[in-house]
């Protein structure tokens, strides 16, 4: 849990909400969404200029902030910026859907670059290797699909400023875990594999 709510999760997800917050508070609410979203995406520019890495899902999550920011510019209308994370989540989903398609799917990629780079070729290219893979993969999609829902949801039963507080964590929450349960199930799925060769 400490490799999800640490100094970055407060960061890239506590802020922007005390930031909407303040001007919500002030009944500027176009305003708070514009400046949380500046924020955000600030964060994510520092982080690749820090570390010179942006992986698939931080490519993904950066394009469809700078859209949903853009947009909500120039619409000047702040449910713009609540409606892309429902869009986002969607359109991930499918993002990762389409990449079982291909030879490494969606979630190897972002896996394997990211976070077990010093993982043999052999095992990379190893048929089960691949199928859970894309089983993981599929759960992401699924994930997403779910994601989207719940903002629906949300978006329809709940105040603005209460949406954009539970959709911010959800969505900063949910992608940590997805990603530790990824690399947890991984090797514990070989883990039987590499001890019986030993």
Known sequence: MKNIFNRDFVVSTIIPIIIFYIFNKFKMSL??????????????????????????????????????????????NPIFYFL?????SLLVSLIFFLSLFYKRSLI????????????????????KHKFIWRLLTVVWG???????VVGIVLLKTISMSSYYTLIT?????????????????????FKPKISAKI
């Not at 394997?112 to 048929?127: C, G, V």
């Not at 964590?169 to 799925?189: A, D, Q, R, T």
């Open 169 to 189: 964590l959800f969505s900063n929450i949910s992608i940590p875990i997805l990603i530790i349960f990824s690399i947890i199930f991984s090797k514990w799925h």
């Open 31 to 76: 305003t708070g969404i514009i400046v949380s979203g500046i924020w955000s995406l600030t964060i994510i520019c520092i982080s690749f200029f820090k570390t010179k890495k942006l992986n698939a899902m931080a490519a993904i999550t950066m394009f469809f902030s700078a859209i949903g920011l853009l947009g909500t510019i120039i619409s000047k």
């Open 142 to 148: 699924i994930s997403n699909m779910i994601q989207a």
């Open 108 to 127: 190897q990629v972002i896996v394997e670059e990211s976070y077990l780079k010093n993982s043999p070729r052999q095992t990379k290219n190893d048929k």
């Open 84 to 88: 892309y994370p429902i869009v986002t």
